[in-house]
Structure formats: C-alpha cells, structure tokens
C-alpha cells in the first residue's frame, strides 16, 4: 500500500496514528522533530504526510510551505493534525495548502476515511507528478513566481525579489565563510536561513543546495565554489525577472 509519513511529536498520537493505518497495510514512518521533518521525506519518498502544527524545532505550517514550494513535494497530499480548534487556524493551513485538517481528538475512522481518500486523489494525478529528481532544479520556478505576482501585486513582488538580490551576495558568503570555518553550527543556521529566502522567491536550485547543505553540515567536500556559482547565476536570474517585472509596469501603470 502507501508509505505514509507522520511529523507528531506526541509518542501516543505517533502510536495511535501508526496502529490504525498499519493495520491497513500501509508503512508508517514517524518524525518527532520539525527539523528532521524535510530530510525525512527525502529519504523515505512517502505517498502522504501526516503533519502536526505545533512541533518542536520547525512548526507544521513553516514545513508545509516549504513543501508546496518545492517541486518534489509539492503534489504530495499533507494531512494537517492538530490539536488547535479555531476555523482560522484551519483555514490558514488550508490556505497554505494542506489537503485536509483533522483535529484531535480524532476517531480512527475518521483518519482512515480521510488518508484513503487522499491518496485515491493523489493516485488519480499521478502520472503529472515527476519526483524522480533526475534534472536540476531550475534556478527560478515560473510557475511558483507567477502565483507570488497573482497573490502579491506586481509591485510588492517587485519589493520582494529586489530584497532578495541586494542581499543575496552576502549572505552567500556568509555562509562560504562558515563552510571555509568548518563552524558546522553555523553552516546549518545560514543554510536553513538562506534556504528559506531562496524558497520565498521561487529561487529552487539554491533553495534545494542550501537544504543539502543543512542536512550534512560536517561534509567537507568543496561545495563553497558552487554555492558561490549558483548565488550568482540565482541573482542574475532574479535581476532578469526584475527586469521583466518593470517593463511590464512600464506597459501597465495600473498593473
């Protein structure tokens, strides 16, 4: 059946979640901390994620944005698990692109009712899903950007990439300087930040390198020299979209 993944700090909820969807045939992996959450998924390639909000080291909402944000994940159905009882706050991780919200307490039903159906629709989009991870990231996802440009304006897009292009430089080699150190700490605190900057603009390959970069902060093979190569093609690819964003201004005052 599926390999499913569970992110639940609580043993007894891991315990429960895993008995009910075992006895069901599925494989069950469980994920006590957020931090180990992303390089889990990498490692195990699941059918589904079941996600709680409130863990320790990265929150639920934090992993499930940088999931939708990453081509490999972001077909994948995440259940959201949690304890919290506000419509907003199901509505937000909803928003964010969970597939579906069960709150616990929950009835074992209930939670097989809801994977079973996940994963017949996940099954049923299948053959679009490409997660071989075969081919390089690209340096700027278009379709991730164009969805920023709908949801944000152009103009605070605009904000948003040139934020990322004045600042983007040092923080490269602010973490080169750390990999050049050896100051392992260090490396995987500007790995995680840059990672998640890089994910917010839709820059994917430098969003993917500095995840590796996080999961084996003591690797010691040279990786400063593409880093630094892939910050620069990233920035001249966001100056390019820049460039795109303010003839399309230009064209369209009202845009």
């Known amino acids: 059946m599926a390999t499913i993944v569970i992110v639940e700090d609580d043993e007894l909820v891991q315990e429960i979640v895993a008995r009910a969807l075992e006895s069901a045939a599925h494989t069950v992996i469980p994920v006590a901390d957020g931090l180990d959450a992303i390089d889990c998924l990498w490692e195990n390639d699941p059918d589904l994620i079941i996600l709680d909000c409130a863990l320790p080291g990265k929150g639920g909402l934090p992993i499930l944005q940088e999931l939708r944000a990453s081509p490999r994940f972001q077909a994948i159905p995440v259940l959201m698990l949690t304890a919290r009882r506000s419509d907003w706050h199901a509505r937000l991780a909803m928003d964010a692109g969970a597939s579906a919200y069960l709150r616990k307490p929950f009835k074992v039903e209930d939670l097989l009712r809801i994977v079973g159906e996940l994963l017949q629709k996940a099954d049923a989009v299948q053959p679009i899903v490409d997660r071989s991870g075969a081919e390089a990231e690209p340096l700027i996802d278009i379709d991730y950007l164009s969805t920023l440009r709908s949801s944000l304006g152009l103009h605070d897009t605009h904000v948003l990439l040139g934020m990322m ?56 093979s040279d990786r400063s020299n593409q880093l630094a190569a892939t910050g620069r093609a990233t920035r001249e690819a966001i100056e390019s979209a820049l460039s795109e964003d303010a003839a399309v201004s230009l064209s369209d005052p009202l845009s």
């Open 165 to 220: 292009a004045d600042t983007l430089d040092q923080s490269i080699q602010t973490l080169v300087q750390a990999l050049e150190a050896g100051d392992r700490t260090r490396v995987a605190q500007e790995a995680h930040a840059l990672a998640g900057a890089a994910t917010t603009v839709g820059a994917a390959r430098l969003a993917e390198m500095c995840r590796t970069i996080e999961r084996a902060p003591d690797d010691r």
